[in-house]
C-alpha cells in the first residue's frame, strides 16, 4: 500500500481567499491560487470519471476559497466561493500541484488557447458554478448559448 507524503507542516488561507499557502517539511513551500487549485479539483466533475482527460473549467479567475476543513490526517477539503466543494486535496497531491505549478498552469493555458478561449482576469464575479467544459464535447456551444438565455445553472 502506498503512502501519502507527509502533511504540510503550515497551510494558511491568503486573507482576500484568494490563495492557499503551503510549507512542507522539507521546507519547500507554494503559494497556489484559488484560480489554479479550482481549475485543477481532484474532483470527478474536473477529472472525469473515466481516467480520461480532466474537462476544461472556466471563468473561475476570481474564484475565492471560502473554507478549508480538514479530513483526517491525509486531505483538506476546499470549499469555493462559486459553490464547488467536493474533491479531496491530499498531501501528495498538493505536493505535486506546487512541485509542478508552471508545467500544469501552462497546460491549462495551452488548453485555453486550444479552444479558442481567452481567461479574463479582471472578471468582477466568479462565473456561475457549473462553468465547467470539455473542449472535445460537440455541445459545448450549445451548453453555452442554452445557459446564456435562460440564467440558470446547474450546481456541481
Known amino acids: 500500500m502506498a503512502t501519502n507524503p507527509p502533511a504540510p507542516r503550515q497551510i494558511r488561507l491568503a486573507k482576500d481567499r484568494s490563495a492557499l499557502s503551503l510549507v512542507f517539511p522539507d521546507g519547500a513551500a507554494f503559494d497556489l491560487s484559488a484560480?489554479?487549485?479550482?481549475?485543477?479539483?481532484?474532483s470527478a466533475e474536473v477529472r472525469g470519471h473515466g481516467g480520461g482527460e480532466m474537462m476544461l473549467v472556466l471563468g473561475k479567475e476570481r474564484v475565492k476559497?471560502?473554507?478549508?476543513q480538514p479530513v483526517g490526517r491525509y486531505a483538506v477539503k476546499l470549499v469555493f466561493d462559486d459553490g464547488h466543494d467536493s474533491g479531496l486535496?491530499?498531501?501528495?497531491?498538493?505536493?505535486?500541484?506546487?512541485?509542478?505549478?508552471?508545467?500544469?498552469w501552462n497546460y491549462y493555458l495551452?488548453?485555453?488557447?486550444?479552444?479558442g478561449i481567452e481567461r479574463d482576469p479582471e472578471r468582477a464575479e466568479p462565473a456561475a458554478p457549473y462553468d465547467v467544459l470539455s473542449?472535445?464535447?460537440?455541445?459545448?456551444?450549445?451548453?453555452?448559448?442554452?445557459?446564456d438565455s435562460s440564467g440558470s445553472s446547474t450546481r456541481d
Not at 484560480?35 to 481532484?42: A, D, G, K, T
Not at 476559497?65 to 478549508?68: P, T, Y
Not at 498531501?91 to 500541484?97: A, F, N, T, Y
Not at 473542449?135 to 448559448?145: E, F, H, I, L, R
Open 35 to 42: 484560480e489554479y487549485l479550482r481549475v485543477f479539483s481532484p
Open 65 to 68: 476559497i471560502l473554507d478549508v
Open 89 to 104: 486535496y491530499d498531501w501528495g497531491l498538493l505536493r505535486e500541484l506546487g512541485d509542478r505549478r508552471d508545467e500544469h
Open 110 to 115: 495551452e488548453r485555453l488557447t486550444a479552444a
Open 135 to 147: 473542449p472535445s464535447s460537440p455541445a459545448t456551444s450549445t451548453a453555452t448559448q442554452a445557459n
